[in-house]
């Protein structure tokens, strides 16, 4: 599950909680990359798709204006 975060204490709690809900943390960065989590089935969003535990993080650690490219490429099929 992907979120976005700043505050080491935030990205902490928010780890712990995806974790204990049976998910898979996916922190993507700060607030400069979390139009990523926005609007659902736009193309480069990674919202409402889902992801290789793998990928997920590879999309993660792209720059930002690789990102798009990657979370199209990479999403499964549902």
Partial sequence: MFFAAEEQ????????LIEGCGFVPVHLGGWDRVRLLEAPR???AVYG???????????AA???DETARLAD??????
């Avoid at 204490?9 to 712990?16: E, L, S, Y």
């Avoid at 798709?49 to 590879?58: F, V």
């Fill in 73 to 78: 490429g990479l999403k499964l099929g549902g």
């Fill in 42 to 44: 736009r193309p480069g």
């Fill in 9 to 16: 204490p935030a990205i902490d709690a928010v780890t712990t």
């Fill in 49 to 59: 798709e889902s992801y290789r535990a793998e990928d997920a993080r590879r999309i």
């Fill in 62 to 64: 792209a720059p930002l």
